[in-house]
Structures are given as C-alpha cells and as structure tokens.
C-alpha cells in the first residue's frame, strides 16, 4: 500500500478564498484523522471519521470548517472563507480502528495570503 | 482534559551517544502510547507503540518503556548517528469522552545528532 495520501502538498490562496484538502486513507481502515500542525499549538486534532461517520468534530475550530467522508477511501476539508490564521499544515492519518497505530499522510501545507 | 509534556524541547548531542527523550502524560487513563518521529517538512513516522498494558518495545536501537501509573514514557536511541536528526513526537491514545479514541500529542523534542 502506498500509505495515506494527501493533496495538494501545497496550497498558497487568498483570504477568502474556498480551500479543499484531500485524503485517501490506507485501503482497510476504519479510523480517519483530521490534524492541524502549527508551530505555538502543535498537533491538534480536528475531526475523526469511524467507517466513513463522523465521531467527534470538537476540534474544528469554527464553522467556516468542514469535513466529508463520502466513501471509505476519500475525505476531504474545505475552509470557506479562508482566513491568515488558517495557515498551518494539516495532516490525515488513518488506523484499522481508533486505538490502533495511526498513519500520517505527508501532510499539506497551508498559506493563506 | 489530558495534557502531554516533552522535555527538553531541543537536544544536540555527538554521534554514537546514547541518549533519553522524556514524555509526561496527566491522565494514566490511556489505551496506549505511541512515538513518532518527523522529518523537516514530512509527515510523522510511527515508531515504537505500547499497549497500556506493556512496560517496554524495542525496535533496533530504539527503545520504548511506560510507567502509566506515573504518567510516563521515555525513547532512548541508543548509539545516536546522523540520520537520527529528527523532531520526535509522543502522543497517548485515550478516550476523548466524546465517543472515541483520541492521540493527543506533545509538542515534540528536537534532537540534533552532531557528526
């Protein structure tokens, strides 16, 4: 398997502007990830998907924020509008279920201008 | 709501020293915990995971222990090398209360391994 994959790897836009973030998950697991990573908070977790159901969205931080699983290989987060604040890099990683070992996508890299 | 430490924040020790990354956990009710290591602008690499109920896991020169009743976890690299250069993550698995599992993570430990 080629691990999590994510796109784009990097992404410049203007404030305002639709941002989508895309995640294949590693085939056969059930526990999907979303993670914001910034230099003050570090890792903090958005949202988690269990068989394509969202379990527990706390972490997203406001409602210009959303995520969608339509299927169990492909998720995405929007930001709509995007704001400076939103920049970070943000990764999904994947496990069989949400007590096993998780694995990273490379991550995409947010600048938002 | 559970917080995790890492200390020292940076590290530069020379190659081939053995050496000990610290994590501190405030809640010892984890399912298990988990290292990471991270490259410059990569994602994060599972290294070593250990099961609430595991005092220790090996991986080459890699070692992990738990304490959980004292909320502790260390990562010694044992005969450092270059390539070791890496930010190195600790994140426990506990529940989040809201229905599931949750990895908090700790902001990491940088670790320069001068040639």
């Known amino acids: 398997d080629a691990g999590v994959i994510q796109s784009p790897r990097h992404e410049v836009t203007e404030m305002g502007q639709e941002v989508t973030l895309r995640c294949k998950p590693i085939s056969g697991h059930n526990s999907l990830f979303w993670y914001r990573q910034t230099m003050m908070r570090g890792l903090e977790l958005l949202i988690y998907f269990n068989n394509n159901v969202p379990i527990d969205d706390s972490g997203m931080p406001e409602d210009r924020f959303s995520a969608k699983m339509p299927n169990a290989s492909f998720s995405t987060l929007k930001i709509q509008p995007s704001e400076p604040r939103d920049s970070a890099v943000y990764f999904c990683a994947s496990s069989l279920d949400s007590r096993t070992e998780a694995f990273f996508g490379q991550g995409t890299r947010l600048t938002v201008v | 709501k559970q917080e995790v430490t890492q200390i020292p924040a940076a590290l530069s020790v020379p190659e081939g020293e053995n050496l000990v990354l610290n994590c501190s956990f405030t809640?010892?009710?984890?399912?298990?915990l988990q290292w990471f290591r991270q490259d410059p602008g990569k994602g994060l690499t599972s290294l070593l995971l250990?099961?609430?109920?595991?005092r220790e896991q090996t991986s080459g020169r890699l070692n992990a222990s738990l304490d959980k009743s004292s909320g502790r976890s260390t990562l010694y690299i044992a005969a450092s090398q270059p390539g070791d250069s890496a930010t190195y993550l600790c994140?426990?698995?506990?529940?989040?209360?809201?229905?599931?599992?949750?990895?908090?993570f700790g902001k990491g430990t940088k670790l320069s391994v001068i040639p």
């Open positions: 809640d010892s009710a984890i399912y298990n």
């Open positions: 994140a426990v698995s506990g529940f989040s209360g809201a229905g599931s599992y949750q990895l908090t």
């Open positions: 250990i099961q609430s109920s595991q």
